[in-house]
């Protein structure tokens, strides 16, 4: 079975999500804070994005990207704001208890995505299939909640 682009990304992603979330657990346990972290994370990203911007020359693009996209600009602030709120819950999540739990419980997010989509859109895309993978993540974090002191 050939995976196709967006599967190698997604995977990617999860990868390195994962060693990241590992690799931050000592440094927040150590006592750095959370928010220091989050800026750092930021900062790289931010100079990574530059960089790659004005490699594939597309740093001109940033304030048109932003005009076209018209009615959704609010959406596009929202989803940011979001993002990024959730970056800073995530590295707080790690510091007061550790990768492994934070993350475990961190990986119902594709419920919400659910729920908000059918909120903000009203779109829902489940069939059986993924409506049992959604009750396994619930049963799954339920569990995890339920054990974690």
């Known amino acids: 079975m050939l995976l196709e682009k967006w599967m190698v990304y997604a995977l990617l992603a999860a990868m390195l999500w994962g060693a990241s979330y590992a690799a931050c657990g000592p440094i927040?346990?150590?006592g750095m804070p959370p928010l220091v972290f989050y800026f750092f994370y930021s900062l790289v990203g931010f100079l990574m994005t530059l960089i790659l911007l004005i490699v594939r020359g597309?740093?001109?693009t940033l304030c048109s990207q932003l005009?076209?996209?018209g009615s959704n600009?609010?959406?596009f602030f929202f989803s940011i704001v979001g993002a990024s709120l959730g970056?800073?819950?995530t590295y707080l999540a790690i510091g007061e208890k550790n990768a492994t739990l934070a993350s475990l419980v961190e990986i119902s997010y594709p419920l919400f995505v659910?729920?908000?989509?059918?909120i903000f859109f009203q779109e829902v895309e489940l069939n059986v299939i993924?409506?049992?993978g959604a009750f396994l993540v619930i049963l799954g974090v339920s569990l995890i909640c339920l054990n974690a002191h």
């Open 87 to 89: 970056g800073i819950m």
């Open 73 to 75: 600009t609010g959406w």
């Open 67 to 69: 005009h076209e996209l």
């Open 58 to 60: 597309k740093i001109g």
């Open 130 to 132: 993924t409506t049992v």
């Open 114 to 118: 659910i729920l908000f989509t059918w």
């Open 28 to 30: 927040l346990r150590m």
